[in-house]
């Protein structure tokens, strides 16, 4: 019994820190995308954004190259190549944090996904909005073509 009760502490201190240390990076491309023909981007800024997550994004889509304007969301078709959604997703720990975020390149014309990439960051690996939104687009630009 005297050998048992320090392993289980060991096991319950592990269970309980494993999940405060989490981060994800993920994108895709759908098949046949072709990015390298994109030439303008729309981003559609949703309506609960007050961190204004859709002029970083602008910011970084227009330093890798794309001429971009930002806006409210409008009915398709979109006058550019491609139109840009995200969802941010905030948390509270001692500060309000991004915890995580998507973004999804559009077809104007139809709205369909042609690339996601996606950033979740939790508190003891948290990074800036500009850090997750760097993560993400540059992601999705090194997605292979599928």
């Known amino acids: 019994m ?3 009760l ?8 592990m ?14 491309l759908s098949p046949g995308a ?3 023909k ?14 204004n997550v859709n002029q970083l994004i602008k910011t970084k889509l227009e330093k890798q190259g794309y001429v971009v304007t930002t806006g409210p969301e409008m009915p398709a078709p979109y006058a550019t190549d491609m139109s840009v959604t995200y969802v941010d997703k905030w948390m509270w720990d001692i500060t309000m944090y991004m915890i995580e ?7 104007p014309k139809t709205n369909f ?3 996601t990439g996606n950033s979740l960051h939790t508190s ?5 909005p500009e850090e997750m939104v760097e993560e993400v687009l540059t992601n999705i630009q090194a997605s292979p073509k599928k």
């Open 2 to 4: 005297k050998r048992i």
């Open 6 to 13: 320090p392993f289980m502490a060991i096991v319950g201190a």
């Open 15 to 28: 269970v309980l820190t494993s999940g405060c240390a989490v981060n994800r990076a993920t994108a895709s």
């Open 34 to 36: 072709d990015l390298s």
């Open 38 to 51: 994109v030439k303008t981007a729309y981003v559609v800024k949703h309506d609960k954004d007050k961190n």
């Open 101 to 107: 975020l998507t973004v999804n390149f559009r077809d």
């Open 113 to 115: 996904p042609i690339a």
């Open 124 to 128: 003891l690996t948290r990074k800036s």
